[in-house]
């Protein structure tokens, strides 16, 4: 599948901002499954320096600054991406969740296991993921129980929580966005000893023909992928929407949790209050790849 990517984010400040030092996570990484065909990043008012290094996680990282007074600061982020998801394997013939415990210490995967802020180990969320890991069970199956639970027991509502809203807080109201959920799920791996890592990106805007608009569509979306032990690798789970990512998906970066893969982060010295308008499309491209 092949989409056309338009990401918009626009502040704007009640006074100048007379230096400005910005951390831009808005281009997707490639990777086997997904080819990069081109990006772009159109920044106003032009930066003086702009310097482009991935980061721990490898994603692709652009840190700019800006030297000159502005009120309004706009970063359009544009791509032509094709996504082709491996298939996960058949969920019955993954190992047991308690042996990729056993042997995630020792892989690729081990720096996913551990707590971080928006994604700590609390009880509550261990043992709301403990429910579908009984013993024994092969991994992929309680991944996917867990990631249906979320769906049928959390309620989308956008304007509820916010990008620093703790877990305890999701789990007691049950409800909140995708970011949201995503936070539960890690939480509840790691409590486990599953590696799991946050992932951010974007799902298709437009249904295809007979399906139903995904939930996310219209803003910068997030998931987890977690890893299933040698051999099997990672896969992309979707609790927001109850779907293994395939090719409605495109990832932009992964790390730890929100914190780590904010699109656009920085410091500024100046501003005051600001609005913040943000648009997302994601639609599938009628050109070849090759374009």
């Known amino acids: 599948m092949i989409y056309r990517l338009r990401h918009v984010t626009t502040y704007a400040y009640a006074h100048s901002v007379d230096l400005a030092a910005h951390l831009l996570l808005l281009t997707p990484r490639a990777l086997p499954y997904q080819n990069v065909v081109r990006s772009t990043l159109a920044v106003t008012p032009t930066p003086s320096h702009v310097t482009e290094a991935a980061d721990h996680f490898g994603n692709a990282a652009t840190r700019i600054f800006i030297d000159v007074p502005h009120e309004r600061f706009e970063v359009i982020a544009e791509a032509l991406v094709e996504v082709r998801f491996p298939d996960p394997p058949s969920a019955a013939l993954t190992p047991t969740w308690e042996d990729v415990v056993a042997t995630a210490q020792r892989s690729e995967a081990a720096e996913f296991t551990f707590p971080s802020h928006l994604a700590p180990i609390v009880p509550a969320a261990t043992g709301y993921a403990a429910a579908s890991f009984p013993a024994g069970r092969p991994v992929l199956v309680g991944l996917l129980e867990l990631m249906g639970r979320i769906r049928r027991d959390f309620t989308y509502k956008p304007g509820v ?4 809203t703790q877990v305890v807080e999701v789990l007691r ?6 970011q949201d959920f995503a936070h539960v799920m890690l939480a509840g791996l790691r409590g486990l000893g599953l590696p799991a890592r946050y992932v951010s990106g974007y799902v298709r805007t437009r249904p295809q023909p ?3 608009a995904r939930r996310g569509a219209d803003q910068s979306h997030a998931w987890v992928e977690a890893w299933m032990g040698e051999g099997f690798g990672w896969v992309g789970l979707d609790p ?5 990512t395939r090719d409605e998906h495109v990832v932009l970066a992964w790390g730890r949790d929100f914190i780590d893969v904010s699109p656009l982060s920085g410091v500024i010295l100046g501003g005051g209050d600001h609005r913040l308008r943000v648009g997302v499309d994601l639609e599938e491209a009628e050109a070849s790849a090759s374009a």
């Open 173 to 178: 109201d049950r409800r909140g966005v995708c």
């Open 210 to 212: 007979g399906q139903v």
């Open 240 to 244: 927001t929407n109850d779907i293994v």
């Open 161 to 164: 929580t916010g990008n620093h």
